[in-house]
């Protein structure tokens, strides 16, 4: 299996760095430019299926790419950002980052990374069934690192440590070789 993960392109609160996690996000001008280049980049890429986030930011992302690709596009919640509960729709305080990266700090009606971590294996789980296929992730920060950490088989303290996918850009993996 083939498996291309894209992180979403730049919105309007990025400007502004605002925590987005559950929140829809909006595209920018730029985002959409963005979402354009990836579409031309990605567009004689042979796709078997796209899994998206359902949050606007990578619906209208990969509504975008996906206009040269005649494939299932299946909204998927497991793919959602890191909720930040109480944090969410705020700029973060060096306080508030210094805490979201420790394992076990769950902002208020949040996710804390282990279950992150959780839901990102329960959706590994549920993709690397779809042997022999090309799939197109479109997806966040927090997700993507965590993801691809469990494709490189690493325990969450290890995927954690990744670099975070920044907007916009793709990172390919093969599975089952």
């Known amino acids: 299996m083939r498996l291309i993960i894209v992180r979403h392109t730049t919105t309007e609160e990025d400007k502004d760095v605002i925590l987005k996690g559950w929140l829809p996000g909006k595209l920018s001008f730029e985002g959409k430019k963005q979402a354009r280049t990836l579409a031309t980049l990605l567009k004689n890429k042979t796709l078997d299926k796209i899994y998206t986030s359902d949050l606007q ?40 980052l210094n805490l979201l990266d420790k394992l076990a700090y769950k902002p208020e009606g949040g996710e804390n990374l282990f279950e992150v971590y959780l839901r990102a294996q329960k959706f590994f789980n549920k993709v690397k069934k779809d042997e022999n296929k090309t799939i197109l992730l479109v997806t966040h920060s927090t997700f993507s690192k965590i993801l691809r950490g469990i494709i490189l088989n690493k325990d969450i303290k290890e995927a954690i ?16 070789l």
């Not at 930011?57 to 890191?82: A, D, F, N």
């Not at 440590?161 to 089952?176: A, C, E, H, M, P």
């Open 57 to 96: 930011r990578c619906l209208e992302t990969t509504k975008i790419i996906s206009k040269y690709h005649k494939v299932p596009i299946i909204e998927e919640k497991l793919l959602r950002e890191r909720c930040f509960g109480n944090l969410e729709g705020k700029k973060p305080t060096k306080e508030d």
């Open 161 to 176: 440590k990744i670099k975070t996918q920044k907007n916009t850009s793709i990172k390919q993996y093969y599975l089952g």
